[in-house]
């Protein structure tokens, strides 16, 4: 069975950094796009990015590119979505997802990890 | 960018009618590489249909897609109380791989 299980909340202040991860199982970590898809409060779905383990290969949405960072440790089948310095403004929940033989179709969900930036 | 528009953004419905949900696209999307999301309210999305038309495993034969080009619709037959969600349409061709803002069903 493939599971992407995600860390958990977390409550942040503005200008901290964090980097939230989720672990795959069930599959062949190294040959499946990961990425992770945001959801502001109240909102709807927008891919940040997504990386291929093999490699590390990555690509980010416009919107998202240099504002996040996303890495992979295949080591421990582990996908990580970090911010340097966090804003108000990236208060959402993030989920991590896999596609299949479409990298970008998204069959799999993480449960999702709550950040919550405030002073 | 691929901007999609679903519509209406909300509906107020009862179980047991049936409702289309549409989906457009501002530029035509090929292959029909376009899917269909349910998200319950707390829940991850899961996803619906691809394809524009493949039920993914496990979708009940109630939920069907169609379209081509720019314009999109996912039907639901016969509403079942767990179907009141948010559906969201996405296409996963091109970069970036784009939602729609999403229709929600309400239970009247």
């Known amino acids: 069975e493939v599971q992407l299980v995600q860390s958990g909340a977390e409550v942040k202040k503005p200008g901290e950094s964090l980097k939230i991860s989720c672990k795959g199982s069930?599959?062949?970590?190294?040959?499946?796009?990961i990425g992770w898809v945001r959801q502001m409060p109240g909102k709807g779905l927008e891919w940040m990015g997504s990386i291929y383990p093999t490699d590390s290969e990555t690509k980010y949405s416009p919107s998202f590119q240099g504002q996040v960072t996303i890495s992979v440790d295949k080591s421990i089948t582990t996908a990580y979505l970090q911010w340097n310095s966090l804003k108000a403004s990236d208060t959402a929940m993030y989920y991590c997802?896999?596609?299949?033989?479409?990298?970008?179709?998204?069959?799999?969900w993480g449960q999702g990890s709550l950040v919550t930036v405030s002073s | 960018e691929n901007v999609l528009t679903q519509s209406p953004g909300t509906l107020s419905l009862s179980p047991g009618e049936r409702i289309t949900l549409s989906c457009r696209a501002r530029q035509s999307i090929s292959s029909n590489l376009v899917a269909w999301y349910q998200q319950n309210t707390g829940q991850a999305p899961r996803l619906l249909i691809y394809?524009?038309?493949i039920r993914a495993t496990g979708i009940p034969d109630r939920f069907s897609g169609s379209g081509s080009g720019t314009d999109f619709t996912l039907t639901i037959s016969r509403l079942e109380p767990e179907d009141f969600a948010v559906y969201y349409c996405q296409h996963y061709g091109d970069s970036p791989y784009t939602f729609g803002q999403g229709t929600k069903l309400e239970i009247k």
């Open positions: 069930g599959y062949s970590f190294i040959t499946q796009w």
């Open positions: 394809g524009a038309s």
């Open positions: 997802v896999r596609g299949g033989y479409y990298p970008y179709l998204f069959h799999y």
